[in-house]
């Protein structure tokens, strides 16, 4: 297992218990949002997470869970689609009390 596949599998431990929902998508609407025919269900459920916490519903955390992605690489997708990360000041410092409790 590469690394990549073991941070991907660290980061879903619980994933598959999640329940599918099917749904259709006109072709023409695929067209037009650049998805990939081959893999439709997982572009447009990135799409889908990245638009969740774009509206601050879900954590990035969540969104990365959510779409089955390394946090890291739900990252790089949020770039890519010009949304910007939510990091405030209290985020930060929370994150240093963490890292001081963990004596990193």
């Known amino acids: 297992m590469g690394e990549g596949e ?3 599998r660290r980061g879903m431990r619980y994933l598959g218990s999640m329940q599918v929902v099917k749904v259709e998508i ?13 893999d439709l ?4 459920s990135r ?3 990245l638009e969740l916490y774009r509206e601050n519903k879900v954590s990035l955390g969540r ?5 089955q ?13 010009g949304v910007s ?5 209290d985020d930060l410092e929370q994150d240093r009390r963490t890292l001081e409790r963990l004596g990193l």
């Open 6 to 8: 073991g941070a991907r």
């Open 26 to 38: 006109p072709a023409e609407l695929a067209l037009a949002a650049g998805l990939d025919g081959e």
């Open 69 to 81: 992605l390394p946090i890291e690489e739900f990252m790089e997708f949020a770039g890519r689609h």
């Open 41 to 44: 269900g997982a572009e447009a």
């Open 63 to 67: 969104a990365a869970e959510l779409c």
């Open 47 to 49: 799409l889908l997470a």
């Open 85 to 89: 990360l939510h990091y405030s000041a």
